[in-house]
């Protein structure tokens, strides 16, 4: 039986999140872990600008039935930024996970991701059938694909951003003042934004700064047009269920016919919630995730 749903009040965490950490290459990989490892494998990536503690609710709704490891995206939480200078693309991410998946001491039955983490894993699930079993999708389903003539134009701003200089020297913010943007921004619970952006910061003696790669706010060069993400998607043979909001974003409901054209063996569910629901619903999207989960566990 799951806890009583907590998003009506302000969460704590049950247990302590074990970290983790990975040196592949160049880069360097930060995770947290939860529940036994004996216990089956499910593997969670973030979205944009958020970490691995974005999944901290629904993973204590989770951690009885499986071990879970959420990892975070180069540049985000206390992975390390990517090397270079170059510009971000979201191709990247595709051998991030790649990388990961590979030194997992066994294959995951289940992959969730949200948002960012939906779009790589549902791209990788197009590309790599046989990596897991079951993938879970959250608010998100394919790369983000725009018309061919708006490429001059976003390669012309691409290129005027990453004209600024890249530096590691620490900016110092407000961790109020930077919870209270993201609330204004997002709509997302003061305490939820809270609990995104502290493991988003660093700390010394003169205060908080930025952990966050710059780059990761600059428009990447490139963006796939609607051709190319179709040619891409098509076939998921991986049994997905996609969750999505009642307050969500509203290109996910609207481009539902396409994700059901692309993946062969999907369920569709909107829960309670906007795009952050694993967090401000962990307990009805942990029941929902539990009963596809058994359902459909070969």
């Not at 947290?32 to 709704?61: C, I, K, R, T, Y």
């Not at 609607?226 to 969500?248: C, D, K, N, R, W």
């Not at 996910?252 to 994700?259: I, K």
């Amino acid at each position: 039986m799951l806890d009583t749903d907590k998003s009506a009040q302000l969460w704590q965490p049950c247990a302590a999140a074990e970290p983790l950490s990975f040196e592949i290459g160049e880069q360097h990989y930060a995770a947290l872990a939860w529940g036994e490892p004996h216990l089956p494998l499910m593997v969670m990536f973030h979205g944009w600008l958020d970490n691995a503690m974005s999944f901290a609710p629904l993973a204590e709704q989770l951690q009885q039935h499986f071990r879970i490891i959420a990892f975070e995206w180069p540049g985000h939480g206390r992975s390390a930024w990517r090397p270079g200078s170059y510009p971000l693309q979201w191709v990247d991410y595709l051998l991030d996970m790649d990388r990961l998946l590979a030194v997992l001491p066994q294959q995951p039955q289940v992959v969730i991701g949200h948002s960012l983490g939906g779009i790589v894993a549902g791209a990788y699930a197009a590309l790599n059938r046989d990596q897991f079993a079951q993938l879970i999708l959250i608010e998100a389903f394919a790369p983000l694909h725009e018309a061919p003539e708006l490429a001059r134009g976003r390669l012309q701003k691409s290129l005027r951003q990453h004209r600024q200089r890249t530096t590691k020297a620490h900016h110092y913010v407000e961790l109020a003042q930077l919870v209270e943007q993201r609330h204004q921004l997002t709509g997302l619970e003061h305490h939820w934004c809270e609990l995104i952006l502290a493991r988003n910061l660093g700390e010394d003696e003169r205060g908080h700064y930025w952990r966050i790669d710059p780059r990761l706010r600059w428009m990447s060069p490139t963006r796939m047009t609607t051709e190319q993400v179709a040619s891409l998607m098509t076939t998921v043979h991986v049994p997905t269920l996609l969750l999505y909001g009642t307050e969500g974003f509203a290109h996910v409901q609207q481009q539902l016919p396409l994700a059901q054209q692309w993946y062969q063996s999907l369920t569709c569910q909107q829960l309670k919630g906007h795009h952050h629901l694993h967090m401000t619903h962990a307990v009805a999207t942990a029941e929902a995730i539990i009963r596809y989960v058994s359902a459909t566990k070969v």
